[in-house]
Every structure is written in C-alpha cells, then in structure tokens.
T-cell receptor, first 109, second 114 residues
Framework: SQQGEEDPQALSIQEGENATMNCSYK?????LQWYRQNSGRGLVHLIL?????REKHSGRLRVTLDTSKKSSSLLITASRAADTASYFC?????????FGAGTTVTVRA | ETGVTQTPRHLVMGMTNKKSLKCEQH?????MYWYKQSAKKPLELMFV???????ENNSVPSRFSPECPNSSHLFLHLHTLQPEDSALYLC?????????????FGSGTQLSVL
C-alpha cells in the first residue's frame, strides 16, 4: 500500500499564524489530494495536485509537490479558528486512492 | 452539504442485530465507496462500486454486505457485528474518468456495537 504519511500528527497554533503539514509517500503517483475533516464529520476535498504539477493555490491554501522526494506540503496561511480540523493527504495511482492517518490542527483564539 | 447523504447519523446495535446503512448521492457520479474510519487509524477502503458493479472488496469480513441497486444508492448491510467494528462509516462518490477524481463524502454513520 502506498499510504501517505502525514507529519506532524498534531499541530497547535495561534489564530493568524500559518500552519504547515507534510505528507510523504512511497511509490509513484498520478495525483495527490488533501482533505479536511471536522470532528465526527465526513471529509471535504480541498485540493488536488497532479504528478506533473509542483504548486497549487486555493484561497489561503498552498500545496506543493516534490515527486523526487515523494513528498507534499499543505500550507494554511493566516489561520482561523474554523481551520481547526484533521487534514489528510491521499495518494492516487492506478485508480487506487490511499489515505494517511492525518494531522490534527488546533487553532487557538 | 456535499451532495452525499448518509443515514442514520448514529447507530447503536447489539452483536446479534441486523441493520443497514444507507447512502445516496445527488451528483451524477459513476462510482461509490464505503470507508471505515477508526480512531487514530488511516481510512480503510471497504468496497468500491463503478457503474453499480463491485470492483473492490478489500478483505472485508462477510458480516458486512454491500448493495448498490443503482448508481445513486449504496447500502451496507450489517449482521452479527463485533465490538471492534465500532467506527465511523463513511460513504463517498466520485466521477471516475482518468482517475478516481475528487471524492465527495457523506457525514458518516457513527456505529457503536455493544
């Protein structure tokens, strides 16, 4: 299984600060996706980056992908209390999508 | 609202009960999924249906039985479950073309097996 592994497992930041989390994976991928999950709810898709892309932006989110290092990062800028959630990366290859265990982000007011 | 509706939101059942989880997607997608989410563990893919045909069954015990009567509805029938089956069960759908695409998840069913 080419499961993504997120790092760190947990992150606590002050409102207004930036939050960065990383995802590493083991084999080649077609794309990598990031999802957010609020406590006890379903996952919400944030962004998809293809293997031939290096960076993507969506609002306050910035995702980078380094296929040579088999890693991706998700940056949330100017964090808000509403960003408190778990964040998961998911790697896709050959129509198989594998999720990591997630990074839990807490934004303190 | 993601366009994927799951019922019930919460379910408590004994080990001898039979119950069913229901999922409906209003997005016109051609693939539907069941995932299991246990605390501190990665999401576990259980079943995949493409165009109503089951294409993946990831070694799921037979006490979990999926059913996909059409491309918009997905069920998970449960019988003689074990306490370790307590978890959040998530349904998702996507439009598969050159890949699985973006998954749209329902809010999940929090299952407790007593």
């Amino acid at each position: 299984s080419q499961q993504g592994e997120e790092d760190p497992q947990a992150l606590s930041i002050q409102e207004g600060e930036n939050a960065t989390m990383n995802c590493s994976y083991k084999t080649s991928i077609n794309n990598l996706q990031w999802y957010r999950q609020n406590s006890g709810r379903g996952l919400v898709h944030l962004i998809l980056i293809r293997s031939n892309e290096r960076e993507k932006h969506s609002g306050r989110l910035r995702v980078t992908l380094d296929t040579s290092k088999k890693s991706s990062s998700l940056l949330i800028t100017a964090s808000r209390a509403a960003d408190t959630a778990s964040y998961f990366c998911a790697t896709e290859n050959d129509y198989k999508l594998s999720f990591g265990a997630g990074t839990t982000v807490t934004v303190r007011a | 609202e993601t366009g994927v509706t799951q019922t019930p939101r919460h379910l408590v059942m004994g080990m001898t009960n039979k119950k069913s989880l229901k999922c409906e997607q209003h997005l016109g997608h051609n693939a539907m999924y069941w995932y299991k989410q246990s605390a501190k563990k990665p999401l576990e893919l259980m079943f995949v249906y493409n165009f109503k045909e089951q294409t993946e069954n990831n070694s799921v015990p037979s006490r979990f039985s999926p059913e996909c009567p059409n491309s918009s509805h997905l069920f998970l029938h449960l019988h003689t479950l074990q306490p370790e089956d307590s978890a959040l069960y998530l349904c998702a759908s996507s439009q598969v073309s050159q890949g699985r695409g973006e998954l749209f998840f329902g809010s999940g069913t929090q299952l407790s097996v007593l």
